[in-house]
Every structure is written in structure tokens, then in C-alpha cells.
């Protein structure tokens, strides 16, 4: 399993950067896939993910903010950062579940495979 983002950078609060995630080594659409991030001292968080159908959770903190999508040809995991605030200054990872589903979301623990990480700083 090999996951590689790209994307992050530095913008002004208020701005917007895409985020994407290659993935390869695996039946991409059968699995769920999700963005985490984590800033120094803190935990890591769930962000965003989407499940085998599609389906999507977002955090409350991005909500209305961020999408994220998935390319089940192209196998990839984008995340859309709009609106973007100097608290999601922070590392963001892809990562992919060993589980897929159809009826509900997979949780934090079941993501096993994990991007070596793209920085995102976002100044006030």
C-alpha cells in the first residue's frame, strides 16, 4: 500500500488549498479512505473520510468548509480546504482503512495505512 499527498503550502486566512492523495497497492474503491491532520502537541484527528459508497463524515470543525471526493479510476482522495482558518495550520495525512462499507463510516482506529504527510499553515 503506498499513499502520497501533495498540495499542502502556506495561504492567508480566508484562502483555500486542494490536497490530494495517490494511492496505489490496492482495490482502492472497496476501502474506506479519510484525512487526518495533526498539529504539534496535539492529537491526531479524523478531518474528513468517505466510506465504500461514498458516503462522507466531516468533523465538526470543517464542516461546510472542506469536501472531500474520491477518483475510483484514477484512485485518488482529494480534500478541498476552503475558508481556510489559522487553526488548520496543522500536518494533514491520507489514510486508507483495511475496512470498506457500505452502510456506515469506518472509525479512526480501523485506518491503517498512512501518507507521509503534507503541510498546511494558514496565516492570520
Known amino acids: 500500500v503506498q499513499l502520497v499527498e501533495s498540495g499542502g503550502g502556506s495561504v492567508q486566512s480566508g484562502g483555500s488549498l486542494r490536497l490530494s492523495c495517490a494511492a496505489s497497492g490496492f482495490t482502492f474503491r472497496h476501502y474506506c479512505m479519510g484525512w487526518f491532520r495533526q498539529a504539534p502537541g496535539k492529537e491526531r484527528e479524523l478531518v474528513a473520510s468517505?466510506?465504500?459508497?461514498?458516503?462522507?463524515y466531516y468533523a465538526d470543525s470543517v464542516k461546510g468548509r472542506f469536501t472531500v471526493s474520491r477518483d475510483n479510476v484514477k484512485n485518488t482522495l482529494d480534500l478541498q480546504m476552503n475558508s481556510l482558518k489559522p487553526e488548520d495550520t496543522s500536518e494533514y495525512y491520507c489514510?486508507?482503512?483495511?475496512?470498506?462499507?457500505?452502510?456506515?463510516?469506518?472509525?479512526?482506529?480501523?485506518?491503517?495505512?498512512w501518507g507521509q504527510g503534507t503541510q498546511v499553515i494558514v496565516s492570520s
Open positions: 468517505l466510506n465504500s459508497l461514498a458516503s462522507t
Open positions: 489514510a486508507a482503512a483495511t475496512f470498506g462499507y457500505l452502510t456506515r463510516m469506518c472509525r479512526p482506529v480501523e485506518y491503517k495505512y
